[in-house]
């Protein structure tokens, strides 16, 4: 069964407006870390930015924010006022605290930003 | 910044013929990881190590071997190549100390297996 799944496969949006991307997890360990990475068309991946299981407040990272919602399993990534740079690949991921501890990857969403 | 090196960048082989891909880190992180990325998939992980000596199959491990000489390397192994193998290639490597886990990621071995 898919760990990390993210259902939008591509989103277009108009620079300078803000964008949404959904992830949901699936865990049975109380402690786990969720991570946002970005893939650039040279093929590069950078991290962004990173929620722990334990903490309340959304993870905020220049004009990368979390929602992170627990109870829904969901941790949603928003880009506020979006520039053509961002247009990327978004991978989310999970780690879990117990087991072989691997980085469980979504299969990524495809953001287009528009002049 | 951290800094995670593979080689060779491209890589052609033919089926049956033996391919090592090699990845160095010179951050002494103790993790490091092997991933391939195709579509539709995402990025899955094939083989990762906790420090030198050490290596452990990940999701999918099958038709690959790894190895960890030292802290800042670790290769790939495919000793019969198959078409099936084809991908890209990504290793990683990271740290949990510090409370500032991520991962860090090299640039990517596309390799075609023909």
């Known amino acids: 069964a898919q760990k990390v799944t993210q259902t939008q496969t591509s989103i277009s949006v108009v620079e300078k407006t803000t964008v949404t991307m959904d992830c949901v997890y699936e865990?049975?360990?109380?402690?786990?870390?969720l991570f946002w990475y970005k893939q650039t068309a040279s093929g590069e991946i950078v991290f962004l930015i990173r929620?722990?299981?334990?903490?309340?407040e959304n993870a905020t990272v220049g004009h990368y924010s979390l929602n992170f919602q627990k109870p829904k399993s969901s941790i949603g990534l928003i880009i506020t006022a979006t520039q053509i740079e961002d247009s990327a690949v978004y991978f989310c991921a999970m780690r879990e605290d117990t087991g072989y501890q691997n980085f469980y990857f979504g299969k990524g969403t495809s953001l287009t930003v528009i002049p | 910044e951290a800094a995670v090196t593979q080689s060779p960048r491209n890589k052609v082989a033919v089926t049956g013929g033996k391919v090592t891909l090699s990845c160095n880190q010179t951050n002494n992180h103790n993790n490091m990881y092997w991933y391939r990325q195709d579509t539709g998939h995402g990025l899955r992980l094939i083989h990762y190590?906790?420090?030198?000596?050490?290596?452990e199959k990940g999701d999918i491990p099958d038709g690959y071997k790894a190895s960890r000489p030292s802290q800042e390397n670790f290769s790939l192994i495919l000793e019969l190549a198959t078409p099936s193998q084809t991908s890209v290639y990504f290793c990683?490597?990271?740290?949990?100390?510090?409370?500032?886990?991520?991962?860090?990621f090299g640039h990517g071995t596309k390799l075609s297996v023909l």
């Open positions: 865990t049975r360990d109380s402690s786990y870390f």
């Open positions: 190590s906790y420090g030198a000596g050490s290596t």
């Open positions: 929620q722990d299981s334990y903490k309340k």
């Open positions: 990683a490597s990271g740290d949990r100390t510090g409370g500032n886990e991520r991962l860090f």
